[in-house]
């Protein structure tokens, strides 16, 4: 069986921002998301909260609806290399050569869009990169909703799972590093799990739990 290291992206190998917050602003100041995009956004998380579809926001991707999903990949490569890049902690980099070299797979999981987790795969050098999918219709155009499985809270766990079947991982004797406390549902499939940038409630439940806890 294999040992995987598996990392959290936004907060953990990226400290302090967000990278599809930062696309979004990327996008805004380029005129490719324009008032009527913000619009249609706001009126489709005001509806869905209305609903009581809980934090739909994060699975709200109406500001990228019916945009040219190769232009917006584009943009991301785009965005990845003049605003992302520069925030990498070297400090993570380090790590992930230290247990690629060691051996580990080396895994991204990311609530994400899934064109930027394939630029920290590429800039990281890991094995296998999973984010968030955006739904695409038959002419490439993209619907405003995600496609699969959200890769956030609950559904890292079910990633996970699936990563386990089909790569024969060794969860006891991996590793997973990540910084909020949402993450705690796949940190705990793991050996190994590491606090990366806790977050206050993270900290406090790694403490608790006699987990590890780093700064990168």
């Given at each position: 069986m294999k040992k995987a290291a598996i990392f959290d992206i936004d907060g953990t190998i990226i400290k302090n921002i967000s990278s599809e917050r930062v696309l979004f602003r990327f996008l805004i100041e380029k005129g490719i998301v324009t008032s009527k995009d913000l619009l249609r956004f706001a009126n489709i998380f005001l509806n869905k909260l209305l609903f009581f579809k809980g934090l739909y926001i994060r699975r709200n991707k109406y500001y990228l609806k019916d945009k040219e999903y190769e232009k917006i990949v584009s943009e991301i490569n785009e965005c990845f290399r003049k605003r992302i890049s520069p925030h990498?902690?070297?400090?993570?980099?380090?790590?992930?050569?230290?247990?690629?070299?060691?051996?580990?797979?080396?895994?991204l999981l990311s609530g994400t869009l899934n064109p930027f987790v394939d630029c920290f795969k590429q800039y990281c050098?890991?094995?296998?990169?999973?984010?968030?999918?955006?739904?695409?219709?038959?002419?490439?155009?993209?619907?405003?909703?995600?496609?699969?499985?959200?890769?956030?809270s609950g559904g890292k766990a079910k990633i996970v799972n699936r990563m386990v079947a089909e790569h024969n991982i060794d969860l006891?004797?991996?590793?997973?590093?990540?910084?909020?406390?949402?993450?705690?549902?796949?940190?705990?499939?793991?050996?190994?799990?590491?606090?990366?940038?806790?977050?206050?409630?993270?900290?406090?439940?790694?403490?608790?739990?006699r987990w590890k806890i780093v700064e990168f």
């Open positions: 990498i902690s070297p400090v993570a980099l380090e790590e992930i050569s230290r247990l690629k070299a060691d051996g580990y797979m080396i895994i050098n890991a094995d296998i990169g999973v984010g968030t999918g955006l739904a695409v219709n038959d002419e490439g155009v993209i619907t405003g909703e995600i496609d699969g499985i959200h890769s956030y006891a004797s991996s590793l997973a590093y990540a910084n909020q406390y949402v993450d705690i549902k796949f940190m705990r499939m793991v050996g190994y799990p590491v606090a990366v940038n806790a977050s206050p409630l993270l900290r406090v439940y790694a403490k608790f739990n």
